[in-house]
């Protein structure tokens, strides 16, 4: 609790106080900002951590805020750091921590430092890391179809289902083994914390960092961005409707433009619920294609590569290298050979026996045929 009081003090002298800040530099504070990090990542990851909460807002308060300060966070790898830690962290920490991301990537210098960051346990991109938390929301809310699509163009957001699951987890079990202290610190931290909190903060990132900036990404990943870079438009179109039902259900009669403007914001957002959704038709159709074509790439490469080792074992005439079919044919191939071998013998010793000279008839015999081949006389030969 002090270290947590004491974080909170200088993150309030730091906020919008850039001689603080430099002092707070200078104290070496932007190191034990990254240590802090550090320890973090490293801790239980089961309940939120307030201590957590309060060191991300230092960071957002006496670095992110002063340009110097960031500049030199970012030479230090201390947005390594905090990349590491949303990776990891627990799910109530997601919105802070990308709300630091969102004012650190309005100074287009620190893209690089976004695209370049690489999971040292999993292997992912940030991309695909902030993607998954998006991914999360849309299956709590269920929206999209088993093809990949948005389920609901009318709604985009709301999904289908009727009740949002819950993919963040409850905090009641652990309440259970907490002080009441920490259980009302942690229910304020649950009841400010939501998936329409995360959703607006990963659009916040993104559109920083611009959706036409993440070509390393496969179909998939863009078939999302195609629902993340119109949220703020479908959010609109929700708003239209829900104006008009709320029209409605108290029986006031808007006047000729407003109904105009209603139906002109409500038809816009649906329209461009479709165009989404056939361009996430689109990329998950190539995607399937590219899959087709991989896997017939790789079949044939397997048949050449069998047919290659056959025809090396035919070449090599090795035994060492055949398999058991392959000896057992090759022996029964040497016994037959032997066996006809045997019968020519005991056959020359006949035609000897009788006084015959079976080679010279032999010879003879293929003399005649020639020439009957080429119409020559047959009397010279038997003279």
């Known amino acids: 609790?002090?270290?947590?009081?004491?974080?909170?003090?200088?993150?309030?002298?730091?906020?919008?106080?850039?001689?603080?800040?430099?002092?707070?530099?200078?104290?070496?504070?932007?190191?034990?900002?990254?240590?802090?990090?550090?320890?973090?990542?490293?801790?239980?990851?089961?309940?939120?951590?307030?201590?957590?909460?309060?060191?991300?807002?230092?960071?957002?308060?006496?670095?992110?805020?002063?340009?110097?300060?960031?500049?030199?966070?970012?030479?230090?790898?201390?947005?390594?750091?905090?990349?590491?830690?949303?990776?990891?962290?627990?799910?109530?920490?997601?919105?802070?921590?990308?709300?630091?991301?969102?004012?650190?990537?309005?100074?287009?210098?620190?893209?690089?430092?976004?695209?370049?960051?690489?999971?040292?346990?999993?292997?992912?991109?940030?991309?695909?890391?902030?993607?998954?938390?998006?991914?999360?929301?849309?299956?709590?809310?269920?929206?999209?179809?088993?093809?990949?699509?948005?389920?609901?163009?009318?709604?985009?957001?709301?999904?289908?289902?009727?009740?949002?699951?819950?993919?963040?987890?409850?905090?009641?079990?652990?309440?259970?083994?907490?002080?009441?202290?920490?259980?009302?610190?942690?229910?304020?931290m649950a009841e400010v914390v939501n998936g329409d909190a995360i959703v607006v903060k990963v659009y916040a990132v993104l559109s920083k960092l611009g959706f036409e900036n993440f070509p390393y990404l496969d179909h998939t990943d863009h078939s999302t961005l195609c629902t993340i870079e119109n949220f703020v438009k479908f959010r609109q179109g929700e708003v239209w409707q829900d104006i008009s039902a709320e029209f409605a259900e108290e029986a006031v009669k808007p006047t000729a433009a407003d109904r105009q403007r209603l139906a002109s914001g409500i038809q816009k957002s649906e329209a461009l619920a479709r165009n989404v959704v056939y361009k996430q038709g689109v990329l998950h159709t190539t995607l399937h294609e590219e899959h087709e074509a991989a896997n017939a790439e790789f079949y044939s490469n397997t048949m050449q590569l069998a047919k290659d080792e056959a025809e090396a074992k035919v070449y090599k005439r090795s035994m060492a290298t055949l398999t058991m079919k392959e000896r057992l044919e090759a022996k029964l191939k040497r016994e037959q050979m032997l066996k006809t071998s045997f019968k020519e013998e005991l056959t020359k010793e006949r035609f000897k026996a009788c006084g015959l000279d079976m080679d010279a008839m032999l010879k003879e015999e293929a003399e005649l045929t020639l020439r009957r081949s080429q119409g020559l006389p047959l009397e010279a030969l038997e003279d």
């Open 1 to 188: 609790v002090l270290r947590q009081d004491a974080v909170a003090v200088l993150s309030h002298l730091c906020r919008n106080h850039e001689a603080n800040a430099r002092l707070f530099r200078g104290a070496r504070g932007l190191s034990a900002v990254k240590q802090a990090l550090a320890g973090l990542w490293a801790a239980d990851h089961t309940l939120p951590s307030a201590y957590g909460v309060a060191v991300l807002e230092c960071l957002w308060n006496a670095v992110v805020g002063s340009r110097r300060n960031l500049a030199r966070f970012l030479a230090a790898h201390g947005l390594d750091a905090l990349f590491d830690l949303l990776e990891v962290c627990n799910p109530y920490l997601y919105p802070v921590i990308l709300s630091c991301m969102a004012d650190i990537a309005e100074n287009p210098k620190t893209h690089e430092f976004f695209h370049e960051w690489k999971s040292s346990t999993s292997g992912q991109t940030l991309g695909h890391m902030i993607l998954g938390l998006w991914r999360a929301e849309e299956k709590a809310r269920g929206m999209l179809t088993e093809e990949g699509s948005l389920a609901n163009p009318a709604r985009p957001m709301a999904g289908t289902l009727p009740k949002r699951a819950e993919w963040i987890p409850s905090l009641d079990i652990a309440y259970t083994f907490q002080s009441n202290e920490k259980k009302s610190v942690m229910k304020r």
